[in-house]
Nanobody
Framework: QVQLVESGGGLVQAGGSLRLSCAAS????????MGWFRQAPGKEREFVAA????????YYADSVKGRFTISRDNAKNTVYLQMASLNAEDTAVYYC?????????????????WGQGTQVTVSS
């Protein structure tokens, strides 16, 4: 059974940084894509960043490009989202996701597995 467990959310001031972690278990993820999505109150879940577990290519939403970085630690089976220069518009519940196949998929419904989410709140 695939499990994705996020951690690292919290309250941060505008301009600050946070690092989210996603511990993955339950299978081998070498052929999987790993991604981060977020959902603000009253809004749809939106793509943030993604990467193929076995490859180095990364993909970002325009709204976070240059500020967020997705990475992985193979030894720990963990994916990270390093967030910098945070602003109020980044406030949301952040979800880790996994899918078999390409990471270049921004539609949430096309991702197979989800974590429970972690709240990020940016105060202005």
């Amino acid at each position: 059974q695939v499990q994705l467990v996020e951690s690292g959310g919290g309250l941060v001031q505008a301009g600050g940084s946070l690092r989210l972690s996603c511990a993955a278990s339950g299978r081998t993820f070498s052929n999987f894509a790993m991604g981060w999505f977020r959902q603000a109150p009253g809004k749809e879940r939106e793509f943030v960043a993604a990467m193929a577990w076995s490859a180095g290519s990364t993909y970002y939403a325009d709204s976070v490009k240059g500020r967020f970085t997705i990475s992985r630690d193979n030894a720990k089976n963990t994916v990270y989202l390093q967030m910098a220069s945070l602003n109020a518009e980044d406030t949301a519940v952040y979800y880790c996701a996994a899918r078999a196949g390409s990471p270049r998929v921004v539609v949430a419904l096309s991702w197979d597995y989800w974590g429970q989410g972690t709240q990020v709140t940016v105060s202005s």
